[in-house]
């Protein structure tokens, strides 16, 4: 097949034109042989190694299924984060564990609320069922996966069981080349998030059924429940606990300042890939893989470039203009602290003229805030005035108000909320206000008041260049510093609606979080994490994903991103110092594709996992992929 023609250049303009050369033309792959000169019916080895997260007995029982087949193997294990089974790449396999102990314990580092009395889960007799004490949550852990040649990590959790009871796929969700739970071709940062996210999953199953947060009495169905109306029917109802509950864990993980030192350097890839998952919709099933030796990826590969051009270091024309207007909002340090400032002003307006503190109807004053606050027929509270520097205008009313001095005072909320500075305004119509505070309000000591706060509403953020209409869920918390003064700490962010400028409407959602909340410092020092629907020439279909500093979306220099074009996903990380240049390439089911450019030579390999399918090389100046059959396909 001729692919010559569609040859484009790699990194520089016109470098492939330079490099002189045959004018003969280079040989491609064959049509009439399978295996482009492999044993086609030589089926690759699979290790598989697994990772369970710590709240359960890693001992017990490991049961493998092939799907096809249904034959079963059957392992007992003392420890399974320490198992490796040997498989048949390619195929599907169901994984079922039936730990040992069957309890599960406490996920939560600040612990998972009071004991009964004399309840025999108190180890230590503190009335407190502390971190790693037994809970009583029902946990269950299964999950599929096509397994790749080479190593291959599966990483249990409460999701990955949700998806395996009908063999769906994430990968179009996370827009990962194989299902969330499954690494293959991987760097330690990816083995970290895909550690924290088997966490989140698995920790918020258990959460969700503790309730610590919710009220007496209220009835919680399974998880199953949640997720088949969430993926059947679109409602999102139950659903949306399970999704405050991850971000809850990873709230917890990044103010934790021994745990954040890790966690920090991967949350903006962990809020978008594990967020975008829980999405459920349009999953595929999975199934085994086709001919293991093929170019597909190749394909894939060759044809995304002429919506991404990386080889011009930058993004196509189109692509770039849509995505500089979005990196300006994001790096809009207005915009940014717009959120913080709103969150803010409702947290201190309700600390400071609250029934905790005894406060009669009437008017009072919160630093450069007037308030008035009414209690009849509910607690009310409207606000006028300004914080730091931003105009704020505030109407809310409160649903609930729960007094406690030993789970901390709760308040359940909603209303309408506006704050601006300068050609900024946020305005946000809130259905879901909640504000938890640390133990009960001391009424000496209001202002150093301590806790977590939870908004959820319809937003509309404007700018001079833009306009930006969504649904937002935002985490604030309020710790603590060394200075021994309380700080507000934007823990995580989502956006999730339609972009507009003069140049486009574009469905997007981004995730924020602070990255370094212990600095303690008046900047925010956000990172973001972006999905992108864009409406392409050529390309109608084309889904991005990418997390970075948020003035560094449009740099492709070093760079990791996501797209699916075509319902097929790629992974690219790309990494350019001089004249040394390299990109890495993620297909579909472990297919991966390393290429390494000095000067006008290019080296490296096409692969499935750890096989290696074609070296890549220059030939007569053009580079591509030589077979064993000593065929050649062109890369670009």
């Known amino acids: 097949m001729q692919n010559i023609n569609k040859i484009l250049p790699l990194l520089l303009a016109g470098i492939l034109t330079a490099c002189g050369g045959s004018s003969d033309p280079a040989p491609t792959v064959s049509d009439t042989e399978a295996g482009l000169g492999h044993d086609v019916t030589q089926v690759p080895s699979a290790a598989v190694t697994f990772y369970l997260p710590e709240f359960a007995d890693a001992s017990g029982t490991l049961t493998v299924t092939e799907v096809s087949s249904r034959e079963t193997q059957e392992f007992t294990v003392s420890d399974l984060n320490q198992q490796t089974v040997t498989l048949d790449a390619g195929r599907l396999y169901q994984f079922e564990f039936s730990p040992g102990a069957g309890r599960v314990l406490c996920p939560r580092k600040l612990g998972c609320g009071r004991a009964l009395r004399d309840d025999p889960n108190d180890l230590n007799g503190n009335d407190e069922i502390d971190f790693a004490e037994p809970v009583s949550a029902d946990v269950s852990y299964s999950l599929a996966a096509k397994p790749?040649?080479?190593?291959n990590q599966l990483y249990f959790s409460s999701y990955a069981t949700l998806l395996s009871?009908?063999?769906?796929?994430?990968?179009?969700?996370?827009?990962?080349?194989?299902?969330i739970y499954h690494l293959s071709h991987s760097r330690l940062n990816k083995s970290l998030q895909a550690e924290y996210a088997a966490q989140a999953f698995t920790y918020a199953d258990i959460m969700r059924q503790l309730n610590t947060q919710g009220s007496e009495g209220d009835v919680i169905p399974?998880?199953?429940?949640?997720?088949?109306?969430?993926?059947?029917?679109?409602?999102?109802?139950?659903?949306?606990?399970?999704?405050?509950?991850?971000?809850?864990?990873?709230?917890?993980?990044?103010?934790?300042?021994?745990?954040?030192?890790?966690?920090?350097?991967?949350?903006?890839?962990?809020l978008l890939m594990t967020n975008e998952a829980m999405q459920l919709q349009d999953i595929e099933t999975l199934k085994d893989s086709e001919t293991v030796f093929n170019n597909n990826l190749l394909n894939h590969f060759r044809?995304?470039?002429?919506?991404?051009r990386l080889q011009e270091e930058k993004y196509s024309a189109e692509l770039d203009v849509k995505l500089s207007e979005i990196e300006r909002l994001v790096s809009n340090e207005v915009a940014q602290e717009s959120f913080l400032v709103l969150s803010e002003a409702v947290y201190d307006v309700v600390n400071n003229v609250s029934p905790a503190r005894n406060s009669e109807p009437g008017s009072y004053q919160v630093g450069d805030l007037d308030i008035v606050f009414t209690t009849e027929p509910s607690f009310a509270w409207r606000v006028t005035g300004t914080n730091r520097e931003f105009e704020v205008s505030m109407d809310v009313t409160s649903s609930e108000w729960r007094k406690s001095p030993t789970l901390g005072d709760r308040i359940s909320a909603s209303g309408v909320v506006s704050v601006r500075k300068g050609n900024v305004s946020l305005e946000a119509d809130l259905s879901d206000i909640f504000?938890?505070?640390?133990?009960?309000?001391?009424?000496?000591?209001?202002?150093?008041a301590t806790g977590t706060s939870r908004f959820a509403g319809k937003v509309s953020l404007q700018t001079a260049a833009s306009t930006t209409k969504a649904d937002m869920r935002l985490r604030l918390n309020r710790v603590l510093s060394p200075r021994n003064t309380v700080e507000s700490i934007i823990a995580n962010l989502r956006l999730r609606g339609d972009f507009e400028t003069v140049n486009q409407v574009t469905p997007v959602t981004v995730y924020a979080a602070e990255q370094s909340p212990f600095e303690f410092d008046t900047m925010l020092d956000l990172v973001f994490g972006l999905h992108v629907d864009f409406d392409l020439k050529g390309a109608p279909d084309f889904q991005l994903q990418l997390a970075a500093d948020p003035a560094n979306f449009t740099n492709l220099n070093?760079?990791?991103?996501?797209y699916l074009l075509g319902g097929k996903v790629?992974?690219?990380?790309?990494?350019?110092?001089?004249?040394?240049?390299?990109?890495?390439?993620?297909?579909?089911?472990?297919?991966?594709?390393?290429?390494?450019?000095?000067?006008r030579n290019f080296t490296g390999g096409y692969y499935y996992g750890d096989q290696l399918i074609g070296d890549v090389k220059t030939v007569r100046g053009i580079p591509g992929v030589l077979f064993p059959d000593g065929s050649f396909e062109s890369l670009f």
């Open 558 to 562: 070093s760079a990791e991103i996501s």
């Open 165 to 179: 009871e009908s063999t769906l796929d994430s990968t179009v969700l996370s827009l990962t080349n194989t299902p």
């Open 303 to 308: 044809d995304s470039l002429g919506v991404v």
């Open 222 to 270: 399974p998880l199953s429940d949640a997720f088949d109306l969430a993926y059947t029917s679109n409602d999102y109802t139950l659903w949306q606990t399970y999704i405050n509950e991850v971000n809850q864990y990873f709230m917890e993980e990044l103010l934790d300042e021994k745990g954040s030192k890790l966690f920090a350097g991967v949350v903006d890839q962990v």
């Open 148 to 151: 790749v040649a080479g190593q």
């Open 435 to 448: 504000l938890l505070f640390d133990g009960s309000f001391d009424a000496d000591n209001l202002q150093m």
């Open 570 to 599: 790629m992974q690219l990380d790309v990494r350019r110092s001089g004249d040394n240049n390299s990109i890495v390439a993620q297909g579909k089911d472990g297919y991966w594709l390393d290429v390494k450019q000095k000067g």
